[in-house]
């Protein structure tokens, strides 16, 4: 599985922002896409997760509302829509994938940036 983020850059706070990830490769061979992010100085941080078959999503509690996963019907585009944004969002975003019959996410794209200026 290959995985290509984009869709980062430097935006205002209060703006709004989407990321994507392309999915390419064994994609019937996915069971679950995630985020993650990390900033400057900080552990890499859990953004939310997506089962790729059913679409259901999971959001890390401390960003449930501005944060929403997605993915397009075809299943080859992950989505994350930030609202809001605020200074404390800058980070480098990551995709990841899980593969079916695997306990983690083996498969990662080289992140986006999203710096956020006040």
């Known amino acids: 599985v290959q995985l290509q983020a984009s869709g980062g850059g430097l935006v205002q706070a209060g703006e709004s922002l989407r990321l994507s990830c392309a999915v390419s490769?064994?994609?019937?061979?996915?069971?679950?896409m995630a985020w993650f992010r990390q900033a400057p100085e900080k552990e890499r941080e859990f953004v939310g997760n997506?089962?790729?078959?059913?679409?259901?999503?999971t959001h890390a509690d401390s960003l449930k509302g501005r944060f929403t996963i997605s993915r397009d019907n075809a299943k080859t585009t992950l989505y994350l829509q930030i609202d809001s944004l605020k200074p404390g969002d800058t980070a480098l975003y990551y995709c990841?994938?899980?593969?079916?019959?695997?306990?983690?996410?083996?498969?990662w794209g080289q992140g986006t940036l999203v710096t956020v200026s006040s």
């Open positions: 990841a994938s899980r593969r079916r019959f695997s306990s983690g996410y083996g498969d």
């Open positions: 490769g064994r994609i019937d061979n996915i069971y679950m």
């Open positions: 997506i089962i790729w078959s059913s679409g259901r999503t």
